[in-house]
C-alpha cells in the first residue's frame, strides 16, 4: 500500500446495529467517486445477502489460504467469524484516484490505520444502548442468541472509539449521514487534493 496512492481511504467501524451499513450504503448513493470494499467472510449469508454484493461468502479452507497467500490487507475474527479485506481490489481503486470505504470492525481498522497512516479513521456510534439493542432485533437478521452476544462485543467495541479520528452519533439517521458526508468532503479540501484535482485553477494562479 502506497501512502502517496491518490485515492482516499476512508475506514468506518462501528458496533453491530449502530447502523453502520445504512450510512455507507446512502452515502454511496450521493457520492460516485466513493467505491466499497466487498470483504471476504466466513460467515453464512442473510436472508437477502448475496455472494459479492454484502460479501464474498467463502469457507474457512478458502479464507485461511487467502490469509497464507497475502490476499488481505487486513482480516480479524469478530463474533466468532472471520472477515478479511481484500489487497488487489483496495490498492487498483485507490491507484486509479478513486476514494474507497472499508466497513470493518475496530481490529482490523487500527491494522490499516499502522500500513496507511493517511487513512481516515471514522466510529460511528450508536445514541444509546438501548436504542442499539432495539436496532439489531428491528432489523430481524439474527438470533437472540447472536444479539446477545452481538450486545456483550459492543461494550468493548465502543470503548475503541478513542483510537478513530472521527465519531459520528446516529441518533437522526440524516444527521448522522450529514455528518458522514462532511468528513468525506474535508478530506477532499486538503491541499494535496486540490492540488491534484483542480491543477488548472492552480496552474491559472501561478501556484504551480
Ligand atoms: P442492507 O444494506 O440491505 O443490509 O440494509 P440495512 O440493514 O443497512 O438497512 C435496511 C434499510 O433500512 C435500508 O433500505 C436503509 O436505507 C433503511 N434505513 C436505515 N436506517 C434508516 C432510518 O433511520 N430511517 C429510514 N427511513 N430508513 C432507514
Ligand atoms: P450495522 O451495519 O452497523 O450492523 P445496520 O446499518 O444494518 O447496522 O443498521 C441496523 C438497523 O438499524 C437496521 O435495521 C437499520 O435500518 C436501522 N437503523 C440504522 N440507522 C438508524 C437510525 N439512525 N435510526 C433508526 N434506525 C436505524
Ligand atoms: P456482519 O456479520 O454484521 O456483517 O459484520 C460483523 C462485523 O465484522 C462488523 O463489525 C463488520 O464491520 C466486520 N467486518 C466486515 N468486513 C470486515 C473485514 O473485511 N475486515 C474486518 N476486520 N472486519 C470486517
Redesign the pocket.
Known amino acids: 500500500m502506497h501512502a502517496d496512492a491518490p485515492g482516499n481511504l476512508f475506514v468506518v467501524?462501528a458496533p453491530?446495529g449502530a447502523g453502520?451499513s445504512s450510512l455507507v450504503k446512502a452515502l454511496l448513493e450521493l457520492d460516485s467517486h466513493l467505491a466499497v470494499s466487498v470483504?471476504h467472510?466466513t460467515?453464512k449469508p442473510r436472508g437477502q445477502e448475496q455472494n459479492g454484493r454484502e460479501y464474498w461468502f467463502v469457507e474457512m479452507a478458502e479464507f485461511r489460504r487467502m490469509v497464507d497467500d497475502g490476499d488481505f490487507i487486513?482480516?480479524?475474527e469478530?463474533?466468532g467469524?472471520c472477515?478479511?479485506?481484500s489487497r488487489r481490489a483496495v490498492e487498483a481503486r485507490l491507484a486509479q484516484g478513486e476514494d474507497v470505504v472499508l466497513?470493518?470492525?475496530y481490529?482490523?481498522a487500527l491494522q490499516i490505520k499502522k500500513l496507511f497512516a493517511h487513512a481516515v479513521l471514522i466510529f460511528i456510534l450508536p445514541p444509546s444502548w438501548e436504542e442499539l439493542r432495539q436496532r439489531l432485533h428491528r432489523r430481524g437478521e439474527d438470533q437472540p442468541d447472536v444479539i446477545v452476544q452481538r450486545m456483550e462485543n459492543a461494550r468493548h467495541e465502543v470503548d475503541q472509539a478513542r483510537h478513530f479520528d472521527f465519531v459520528i452519533i446516529n441518533g437522526l439517521f440524516e444527521t448522522a449521514l450529514f455528518d458522514l458526508k462532511t468528513v468525506v468532503h474535508s478530506q477532499r479540501l486538503r491541499y494535496a487534493a486540490q492540488l491534484r484535482n483542480k491543477s488548472a485553477v492552480f496552474s491559472a494562479l501561478g501556484l504551480v
Do not use: M, P
Open positions: 467501524a453491530s453502520k470483504s467472510t460467515r487486513e482480516w480479524a469478530v463474533h467469524n472477515y478479511g479485506t466497513e470493518i470492525d481490529q482490523g
